[in-house]
Nanobody, 124 residues
Framework: QLQLVESGGGLVQVGDSVRLSCAAS????????LAWYRQAPEKQREFVSG????????YYADEMKGRVTISRDDAKNSLYLQIINLQPEDTAVYYC?????????????????WGQGTQVIVSS
């Protein structure tokens, strides 16, 4: 079983960049596909980005393409998300997740492990 802890969120201004981190503990981190999701108050949790176990296959939500970069460092059991040119609509709690070995999609129901989330608030 993996334990995931996000960090790097905070209060930022429009146009700023943030780098979110997810530190994992547990076995076989390198074997998991990993993902970032976000959830605003009163909204459903939505997919932001995913990365396969190899680190070479990366996936992005259409609305985020060009502004986000996902990466992983298996030697550090870590996952990262870089967001540039932040906008007010990016305000949300951002979660990292590890996909169930039985899943082949990025649907929220396919994730086996979740972090507690880190808050990003974007203001003018």
């Amino acid at each position: 079983q993996l334990q995931l802890v996000e960090s790097g969120g905070g209060l930022v201004q429009v146009g700023d960049s943030v780098r979110l981190s997810c530190a994992a503990s547990g076995p076989s981190f390198n074997t998991y596909a990993l993902a970032w999701y976000r959830q605003a108050p009163e909204k459903q949790r939505e997919f932001v980005s995913g990365i396969k176990r190899s680190g070479s296959d990366r996936y992005y939500a259409d609305e985020m393409k060009g502004r986000v970069t996902i990466s992983r460092d298996d030697a550090k059991n870590s996952l990262y998300l870089q967001i540039i040119n932040l906008q007010p609509e990016d305000t949300a709690v951002y979660y990292c997740a590890a996909r169930s070995p039985a899943s082949t999609s990025w649907h929220v129901s396919g994730m086996a492990y979740w972090g507690q989330g880190t808050q990003v608030i974007v203001s003018s």
